[in-house]
């Protein structure tokens, strides 16, 4: 059973729109959340992350909310630029529940229209 | 350039070949991960090493066969494998485990023929 579910497969955004990926998870003991990107022939890197104690968190273009109660995040971009173009990983785990390494979920496939 | 160097690239092997990934990191990092990435699959953890030790094994099967000689080098050794073990291994590292940023290497595209 996946704990971290990314729904949308892939997603199309015209350039200088918001673009707005969706995760939810489903363990309660997941207390950190991350966004990865990774373009084609590339591993993922990293591009903004969450902690439970906040319900928002933004680098520049980017921001990242949390709703806990719901157990869903999502990543904003705006505005959308060509280069966004990318697959977007949703990641979680839990400090509390020891060192648990990340769970990631399918990704979803982002393009932005010039 | 992540800092997290995977060779070979790209790796055609058949069902009876032996042959093994290298992954290396100059970031003075000292927990290391291989994960497979399947199409329309999540990222599937494989193993992880902290401190050169293997903390986890995702029921991978016997035909990887995991090597961390120290904390900069993690190998996977194949044998055996199947056409469905085709897929692309991605190899990253994090300082410490759980909350740690992990960085991924670029990833070796194997095809079992």
């Known amino acids: 059973d996946q704990q971290v579910k990314q729904n949308s497969p892939s997603l199309s955004v015209q350039e200088g729109r918001i673009s707005i990926l969706n995760c939810d998870y489903t363990n309660s003991m997941f207390d950190y959340f991350l966004w990865y990107k990774k373009y084609p022939a590339e591993g993922p890197t990293f591009l903004i992350s969450?902690?439970?104690?906040?319900d928002k968190n933004e680098d520049g273009r980017f921001t990242v909310f949390l709703n806990k109660s719901a157990k869903h995040l999502s990543l904003h971009i705006v505005p959308s630029q060509p280069g966004d173009s990318a697959v977007y990983f949703c990641?979680?785990?839990?400090?509390?529940?020891?060192?648990?390494?990340?769970?990631f979920g399918k990704g979803t496939r982002l393009s932005v229209i010039a | 350039e992540t800092g997290v160097t995977q060779t070979p690239r790209h790796l055609v092997m058949g069902m009876t070949n032996k042959k093994s990934l290298k992954c290396e990191q100059h970031l003075g990092h000292n927990a290391m991960y291989w994960y497979k990435q399947s199409a329309k699959k999540p990222l599937e953890l494989m193993f992880v090493?902290?401190?050169?030790?293997?903390?986890e094994n995702n029921s991978v099967p016997s035909r990887f066969s995991p090597e961390c000689p120290n904390s900069s080098h993690l190998f996977l050794h194949l044998h055996t494998l199947q056409p469905e073990d085709s897929a692309l291994y991605l190899c990253?590292?994090?300082?410490?485990?759980?909350?740690?940023?992990?960085?991924f290497g670029a990833g070796t595209r194997l095809s079992v023929l």
């Open positions: 969450i902690s439970s104690i906040k």
């Open positions: 990641a979680a785990s839990g400090i509390n529940s020891g060192n648990t390494p990340l769970v």
């Open positions: 990253a590292s994090s300082l410490g485990l759980s909350t740690d940023i992990q960085y």
């Open positions: 090493y902290n401190f050169k030790e293997q903390t």
